[in-house]
C-alpha cells in the first residue's frame, strides 16, 4: 500500500455546524473505488439529502439505499459527517448519542501483516513495548509456513499474549480443520474467516470440529448476514467494520443481533484515518458485547506506515503505551477531531 486514497465528506447544515466523514477505500475488498465513491456521494446521493434533517439517520440511510445497492464505503462517508454534525450541534460526543459509555477505554489489538516467521516474531516483540497484549497472525498462503509463523510469534511473545488469526478467506473446509488443529498446539485466542464469505454451511462444518471459537469477518457484511450466521452455529464472535456496514447505525443493528446470541464482538479495522477511527472508538466504547474480552483494531491508531495525517491530533502508538493497551476517547463534541486544512490541501494535491 503506497497510500491511502480515502475521500473525504462534508455535510453542511442551516445550524451553522459541518459534519465530516471518511471514506475508507480497498478496492479489492469494497465495492468502491476513490472515483465512484465521489461519484456516488456527489451525484447519486447528496443531492437526495439535501433539505432533509440531519437527525433522521434511519431515513437518510434508507434513501441512500432506494437511490443506490451496496458501496457501503461512500454510505458511510456521508453517515460519519451526519452524526459529526449533530453531535456538534447538540455539543455531545458521538458516544452519548450511541448508548454512552459502557466502558472507559477500548482493548486494542496489532495485526502483524503476513511475513517471515522470524520477521513477524520481531514485530511482536517491538510492539509489546507500546501495552499489546493482543496480536492478530495473518495467515492463509502455506500450510507449513502458517503453522511456523504462529509457532514463532508464540515462541517470541510467551504464553500470556493472546493470538490470533485472520485467514481472510483463504481455505477449504478440510484445511480449515486440519490447519486449525495444528495451531491449537499454539493456544490461538480465535480464527477468523477460514472460508471464503459465502460459506455459512462450512463455517459451521469448520467451528462444530475445532475447539478454537471461529469469527467471521468478510462474511458478516449485514445484519442478516450475521443472524444467518448465528442461526447456522457458523460463527461464535463476529467482526464488525462500520466503514463497511454502511457506519455507525448500521453497525449497531449487528450488535443487536450479536447481543441477543451472547456473541462477542471484534471492531476490526481497515485503511482508515483518524476520522473513521474516531468513528470506530466511539462505536466500540458504547456497545456492551464489543467488550466482552476481545481487542480491537479499528478503533487503534492509523495505518502502521502512515507519514501524514488530516487532523490535528492523532492517537499514536505512545499514547497506547501510556493507556496500558488501551485507547480512551475524550468528550468532545462530535466524531471529536479536527481537520487540518494545510494537510488536507497537501494530500489532495498529491493524489489529485
Ligand atoms: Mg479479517
Same mark, same amino acid.
Given at each position: ?10 455535510? *453542511? ?58 458501496? #457501503? ?39 502483524? *501483516? ?44 510467551? !504464553? ?37 464469505? #459465502?460459506? +455459512? ?12 471459537? +471461529? ?27 462500520? !466503514?463497511?456496514?454502511?457506519?455507525? #447505525? ?13 456473541? !462477542? +464482538? ?18 466500540? +466504547? ?36 501510556? #493507556? ?29
Amino acid at each position: 500500500m503506497a497510500a491511502f486514497t480515502n475521500p473525504i465528506v462534508e455535510v *453542511s447544515t442551516d445550524e451553522d455546524v459541518t459534519g465530516y466523514g471518511e471514506v475508507n477505500i480497498v478496492e479489492g475488498i469494497t465495492s468502491d473505488t476513490p472515483t465512484t465513491a465521489i461519484e456516488i456521494v456527489e451525484n447519486y446521493i447528496g443531492h437526495e439529502i439535501i433539505g432533509k434533517d440531519a437527525f433522521d439517520i434511519e431515513k437518510i440511510a434508507e434513501i441512500m439505499d432506494e437511490n443506490v445497492r451496496g458501496n #457501503w464505503s461512500a454510505k458511510t462517508g456521508i453517515e460519519y459527517a451526519l452524526w459529526d454534525a449533530i453531535g456538534k450541534y447538540l455539543e455531545q460526543p458521538v458516544y452519548n448519542l450511541l448508548g454512552g459509555k459502557y466502558v472507559n477505554r477500548i482493548e486494542v489489538d496489532y495485526t502483524l *501483516s503476513m511475513n517471515t516467521p522470524s520477521k513477524m516474531a520481531e514485530m511482536a516483540l517491538e510492539m509489546m513495548k507500546y501495552g499489546y497484549k493482543t496480536f492478530v497472525v495473518k495467515v492463509g498462503l502455506s500450510n507449513e509456513l502458517d503453522v511456523a509463523r504462529l509457532a514463532a510469534v508464540r515462541k517470541a511473545v510467551g !504464553p500470556d499474549v493472546k493470538l490470533r488469526l485472520d485467514v481472510n478467506e483463504a481455505y477449504t473446509v478440510d484445511k480449515a480443520i486440519k490447519m486449525i488443529k495444528a495451531f491449537e498446539k499454539y493456544d490461538p485466542e480465535a480464527v477468523e474467516q477460514p472460508l471464503p464469505s #459465502w460459506d +455459512i454451511k462450512g463455517m459451521a462444518r469448520v467451528a462444530r470440529a475445532v475447539d478454537t471459537p +471461529i469469527s467471521a469477518d468478510e462474511g458478516n457484511s449485514s445484519p442478516q448476514a450475521a443472524l444467518q450466521l448465528i442461526e447456522n452455529e457458523a460463527v461464535d464472535i463476529l467482526n464488525i467494520k462500520p !466503514p463497511y456496514h454502511g457506519g455507525l #447505525w448500521n453497525s449497531k443493528k449487528v450488535a443487536s443481533i450479536a447481543y441477543s446470541a451472547g456473541v !462477542p +464482538i471484534i471492531v476490526g479495522g481497515v485503511l482508515q484515518f483518524e476520522i473513521s477511527r474516531q468513528a470506530s472508538r466511539h462505536f466500540a +466504547i458504547s456497545t456492551k458485547m464489543a467488550n466482552a474480552g476481545y481487542a480491537h483494531e479499528g478503533p487503534g491508531p492509523a495505518s502502521q506506515a502512515l507519514t501524514g495525517n488530516v487532523t490535528k491530533h492523532v492517537i499514536s502508538y505512545e499514547d497506547v503505551r501510556q #493507556w496500558g493497551g488501551f485507547v480512551e476517547l475524550t468528550d468532545e463534541p462530535g466524531l471529536g477531531f479536527e481537520l487540518d486544512w494545510s494537510q488536507v490541501e497537501k494530500h489532495s494535491k498529491s493524489t489529485a
